[in-house]
């Protein structure tokens, strides 16, 4: 079974303080993804990584780094983080294209004081 | 553009009744890929189904089913005889095989109640 581990279920975090959220995949998939879930706008696109140190912007990506050093761990980075950046963070993996699966990590509930 | 449309919001059932939950999806790819997920209210995202552009053919799995229409870019799916551990938002989710970034487009969901 595909396993992918978020650090923590949920955090909580001042207003301009450096997050880190980490995902760890257990598969050996190419693609690693990060998505942010809001009530009412579904889940979306932050970043994607088809490769260790390869980076796509996704659909959101202001606010946000990455980092991805070694295949199966992709970092969502909030370089000084703020009160919108209040979300439900999932990480998801998939093997390499379009047409495989993307399995999902618990999810990280993020709160910005 | 690609869009994935869950019209209803929210459904209320009660347990043993069939539900169908709707989706409609917009895509100019002529390859592509649906998928369902189930987040059950611990939040995190299960996968329940795939199916791509060029299989029409409908899918049972047990109590689910999935019906496939390209006619009507839709891509609905029901629960037989719904169980109270069947409450959880449901997404319908699109990705095109054009994608620069193999992204899944998600629908908004559906809350899914079901009560005993």
């Known amino acids: 079974d595909v396993k992918v581990t978020q650090s923590s279920r949920y955090l909580v975090k001042r207003t301009g303080e450096k997050v880190f959220l980490e995902c760890v995949q257990d598969m050996d998939h190419e693609n690693m993804f990060w998505y942010r879930q809001d009530p009412g706008l579904g889940l979306r696109l932050i970043y994607f990584s088809y490769d260790v140190k390869m980076k796509e912007k996704g659909d959101i990506p202001e606010g946000y780094s990455v980092s991805r050093e070694k295949k199966e761990r992709f970092s969502l980075i909030l370089e000084s983080a703020s009160t919108n950046q209040t979300s439900m963070y999932l990480c998801a993996s998939s093997l390499e294209g379009p047409r495989d699966t993307q399995y999902f990590g618990p999810g990280t509930r993020l709160t910005v004081l | 553009a690609q869009k994935v449309t869950q019209a209803q919001t929210e459904i209320s059932v009660v347990e043993k009744e069939d539900v169908t939950l709707d989706c409609v999806y917009e895509?100019?790819?002529?390859?592509?890929?649906l998928f369902w997920y189930k987040q059950p209210p611990s939040g995190e995202l299960v996968f329940l189904i795939r199916r791509n552009s060029f299989d029409e053919q409908n899918e049972i799995s047990g109590r689910y089913s999935w019906n496939f229409q390209k006619s009507t870019s839709s891509f609905n799916f029901t629960i037989t005889a719904s169980q109270v551990v069947d409450s959880a938002v449901y997404f319908c989710a699109l990705t095109e095989d054009g994608g620069a970034t193999n992204k899944l487009i998600f629908g908004t969901g559906t809350l899914l109640a079901v009560q005993p």
């Open positions: 895509t100019r790819d002529t390859t592509y890929y």
